[in-house]
């Protein structure tokens, strides 16, 4: 099933709320790095995304505290 990338950043930014006080912007980042964009690419493009490969993983590790620049 796909996710739309609004959807995957959304739920992204909730979950990494509970360790970022900038996380939406830790999820713009790391969807972008997914993508292959820049930052403002992605939210140029981000109605008709689907979640990007490698995202989920991304917010994965961001989740376990790793800084959003490693």
Do not use: N, W
């Not at 959304?10 to 969807?31: F, G, P, Q």
């Not at 689907?50 to 490693?70: C, M, Q, T």
Request: glycine residues 4%; without cysteine; proline residues 3%.
């Amino acid at each position: 099933m796909t996710i739309s990338a609004q959807a995957a950043l959304r739920a992204a930014s909730e979950r990494l709320a509970a360790i970022s006080d900038t996380a939406r912007l830790d999820a713009e980042v790391l969807m972008a790095h997914a993508a292959g964009l820049s930052r403002g690419e992605l939210l140029l493009r981000l109605r008709d995304m689907e979640e990007p490969a490698g995202f989920a993983a991304l917010v994965d590790r961001r989740a376990a505290r790793e800084p959003v620049s490693h």
